[in-house]
T-cell receptor, first 115, second 115 residues
Framework: AQSVAQPEDQVNVAEGNPLTVKCTYS??????LFWYVQYPNRGLQFLLK??????LVKGSYGFEAEFNKSQTSFHLKKPSALVSDSALYFC?????????????FGRGTQLTVWP | DSGVTQTPKHLITATGQRVTLRCSPR?????VYWYQQSLDQGLQFLIQ???????AKGNILERFSAQQFPDLHSELNLSSLELGDSALYFC??????????????FGPGTRLTVL
């Protein structure tokens, strides 16, 4: 079965500091990994995805994510956090087979960046 | 703006009632996905339609049904509503049938409150 874990419900970081939001996954076959962000009363916005190739993926708003196959992780990172980055972040995975197309989401991590 | 539209934004109704949520995918996208976001269950995949036909089914209750019309918009019908159906309902779309590398773009959601 496919699953995603985001071990931290909350991450707090000071503006200007680097941030990391953690994600681990379990999937049969090759993983296809995604990060989304949700601002209050808004839908999910796509940040970045890993399909294949370079383990470091760059996305929107200065975010990047590192794929680590041996640790089955796909952590989201940003070198310098902004107050405006405060939001709910979701990691998601997709695998092939009969469930082709559907995404499995983690529970989400609330990121708070304080000034 | 993802290009996916959902109406209505908010819906308040009573237990036992029936409601219809509407989704218009991005221009040219053939696949529509429905997800439910609730505090206790997180983000759960409900169902996918591709070019008018059901493609994949997730944790969708028998009281819920969906369809995709020839103009590719989709409707999610929720009947015999219960308090526990209160949630945010999102739809997402992809160009094709949801290939592993396709990014799902989400609409702003419909917030359903069942009283």
């Amino acid at each position: 079965a496919q699953s995603v874990a985001q071990p931290e419900d909350q991450v707090n970081v000071a503006e200007g500091n680097p941030l990391t939001v953690k994600c681990t996954y379990s999937v049969s076959g090759n993983p296809y990994l995604f990060w989304y962000v949700q601002y209050p009363n808004r839908g999910l916005q796509f940040l970045l995805k890993y399909i294949t190739g370079d383990n470091l993926v760059k996305g929107s708003y200065g975010f990047e994510a590192e794929f680590n196959k041996s640790q089955t992780s796909f952590h989201l990172k940003k070198p310098s956090a902004l107050v405006s980055d405060s939001a709910l972040y979701f990691c998601a995975v997709r695998a092939g087979g009969s469930t082709l197309g559907r995404l499995y989401f983690g529970r989400g991590t609330q990121l708070t960046v304080w000034p | 703006d993802s290009g996916v539209t959902q109406t209505p934004k908010h819906l308040i109704t009573a237990t036992g009632q029936r409601v219809t949520l509407r989704c218009s995918p991005r221009s040219g996208d053939l696949s529509v996905y429905w997800y439910q976001q609730s505090l206790d269950q997180g983000l759960q995949f409900l169902i996918q339609y591709y070019n008018g036909e059901e493609r994949a089914k997730g944790n969708i209750l028998e009281r819920f049904s969906a369809q995709q019309f020839p103009d590719l918009h989709s409707e999610l019908n929720l009947s015999s509503l219960e308090l526990g159906d209160s949630a945010l309902y999102f739809c997402a779309s992809t160009p094709l049938s949801g290939g592993r590398t396709d990014t799902q773009y989400f609409g702003p959601g419909t917030r359903l409150t069942v009283l």
